[in-house]
Each structure stands twice: as C-alpha cells, then as structure tokens.
C-alpha cells in the first residue's frame, strides 16, 4: 500500500506544478494551448522522483502495511507530493538555465 500511496502523491505533486503554471498563462492570456514540452518536463520529473523515492522512502519505517495508520499514510503522502512538486521544479528550472 504504501508504494501506491508514494506514487499517488508524486504523480498529483507533478500534476499540480505542470497545471497550475499553465491555467495561470491561460488565465492572464500569455498563451492559448498546451505545449508538448510541459509533458516532457513532467515526465522527466516523474521519472526523477520515483528512482529518488523508491531509495529514499525504504528508510522511513512507517508502519502502514500492518494496519492502516490513516497519519503515516497521510505523511507519506504528503511527502512523495513534495517530492513530486519539486522535482518537477527543478527539470524545470534546469530547462529554463539550458535554454540561456
């Protein structure tokens, strides 16, 4: 359970940070479509946080396999969002300094 919950929060977390740029941009008017480059850059980060994830999280014990602990599963979660929100910063950022 716990590695659905950690890929549940990482592919929200990159959700998020691919949308809300874009639905702001759509908003003011600075663009009219989606581009193909902001699902590559959520792909990468997507990529980027399961492989830091899937090494980083075995080290926490939470205790959600045996019964559910509704507050380790709600941190967990909580967690691999971040991870899934700042990675996807970051391929972005890293997009924006290659491009310079």
Request: charged residues 15%; positive net charge; aromatic residues 20%.
């Amino acid at each position: 359970m716990s590695v659905i919950v950690q890929l549940i929060g990482i592919f929200l977390g990159i959700l998020v940070r691919t949308l809300l740029p874009f639905f702001r941009k759509l908003y003011q008017g600075k663009i009219t479509s989606f581009r193909k480059k902001y699902l590559f850059q959520a792909l990468g980060a997507f990529l980027i946080s399961i492989v830091f994830s899937l090494l980083i999280f075995p080290q926490y014990h939470l205790k959600i396999e045996e019964s559910i602990d509704w507050l380790a599963t709600f941190k967990l979660f909580c967690i691999s969002f971040s991870f899934g929100f700042g990675f996807n910063s970051l391929v972005n950022e890293v997009g924006a300094w290659k491009r310079r």
